[in-house]
């Protein structure tokens, strides 16, 4: 029996320091964890349970050589596209129902990554109660740098998260400021769906989002987790 159609590739993520890759399986994204995005953004920060979107895994861009920033490309259908600069969690060991004090077993590593985000149609879909998907999970739509070990980087639940375009910081905060920290927000994940290995977990962006244009070089960073570049094209 074979495949009635050519088989694609699985997309992976390269692991810093190594000749192996992370093999993704789905990527989850939290909406709103951090205070001051969630005031940018028009609502009140209270701590109301986290929430979640998706992009395919395919959205995603690797960026593996801080020094030659990857291309990823402007997409269609906006005027408006924006950078979110987040902590990336690689789930290493799938589970359900994970409780908070065992959920950093789960993970495999971390990751520095973009939410791009066409904010028009995220907004209009918002706006109509319509679902984020177009706005959210459209191609090259998840640009991430390499997974560092947690054996290496350790767990993190503070530190340094900027990014800078062209050169000029643009959001700037610290980790200790996400409203539902990585445990937290894996155990809640993981009661609404089974976490598999190979997941990755976009964790939400701080304040300071705002439109790129084609030439923009994008400049991310976390800190025990290093350095991403990538340009628009
Ligand atoms: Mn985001």
Same mark, same amino acid.
Request: glycine share 12%; with cysteine; hydrophobic share 40%.
């Given at each position: 029996?074979?495949?009635?159609?050519?088989?694609?590739?699985?997309?992976?993520?390269?692991?810093?320091?190594?000749?192996?890759?992370?093999?993704?399986?789905?990527?989850?994204?939290?909406?709103?964890?951090?205070?001051?995005?969630?005031?940018? =953004? #028009?609502?009140?920060? @209270?701590?109301?349970?986290?929430?979640?979107?998706?992009? +395919? /895994?395919?959205?995603?861009?690797?960026? $593996?050589?801080?020094?030659?920033p990857t291309n990823v490309a402007y997409?269609?259908?906006?005027?408006n596209l924006h950078h979110?600069m987040?902590?990336?969690?690689?789930?290493?060991?799938?589970?359900?129902?994970?409780?908070?004090?065992?959920?950093?077993?789960?993970?495999?590593?971390?990751?520095?990554?973009l939410?791009m985000?066409?904010?028009?149609?995220?907004?209009?879909?918002?706006?109509?109660?319509?679902?984020?998907? =177009? #706005?959210?999970?459209? @191609?090259?739509?998840?640009p991430?740098?390499?997974?560092? +070990? /947690?054996?290496?980087?350790?767990?993190? $639940?503070?530190?340094?998260?900027?990014l800078k375009v062209n050169g000029a910081?643009k959001?700037?905060?610290?980790?200790?400021?996400?409203?539902?920290?990585?445990?937290?927000?894996?155990?809640?994940?993981?009661?609404?769906?089974?976490?598999?290995?190979?997941?990755?977990?976009?964790?939400?962006?701080?304040?300071?989002?705002g439109p790129v244009v084609k030439g923009d070089t994008l400049e991310g960073?976390?800190?025990?987790?290093?350095?991403?570049a990538c340009k628009i094209v």
């Amino acid at each position: 029996m074979g495949y009635v159609i050519p088989i694609w590739s699985v997309t992976s993520v390269p692991v810093a320091g190594s000749s192996d890759t992370f093999p993704v399986r789905r990527i989850y994204c939290v909406g709103r964890n951090y205070a001051a995005h969630a005031r940018e =953004m #028009g609502f009140d920060p @209270d701590r109301e349970p986290p929430f979640f979107f998706t992009k +395919p /895994a395919d959205a995603i861009v690797v960026m $593996s050589d801080p020094a030659k920033p990857t291309n990823v490309a402007y997409p269609p259908a906006t005027k408006n596209l924006h950078h979110e600069m987040e902590l990336v969690v690689a789930i290493g060991i799938g589970g359900a129902d994970i409780k908070v004090e065992d959920a950093l077993g789960h993970v495999f590593g971390y990751a520095a990554g973009l939410d791009m985000t066409r904010r028009d149609l995220q907004f209009a879909a918002r706006d109509k109660g319509r679902p984020w998907d =177009m #706005g959210k999970g459209f @191609d090259q739509s998840a640009p991430c740098g390499p997974i560092v +070990p /947690a054996s290496e980087s350790g767990h993190l $639940s503070k530190g340094l998260i900027e990014l800078k375009v062209n050169g000029a910081a643009k959001q700037k905060a610290n980790l200790n400021e996400l409203i539902w920290n990585v445990q937290e927000t894996i155990s809640y994940l993981s009661g609404l769906v089974r976490l598999e290995a190979g997941d990755l977990i976009y964790t939400g962006t701080p304040e300071g989002v705002g439109p790129v244009v084609k030439g923009d070089t994008l400049e991310g960073e976390i800190e025990g987790v290093g350095k991403f570049a990538c340009k628009i094209v």
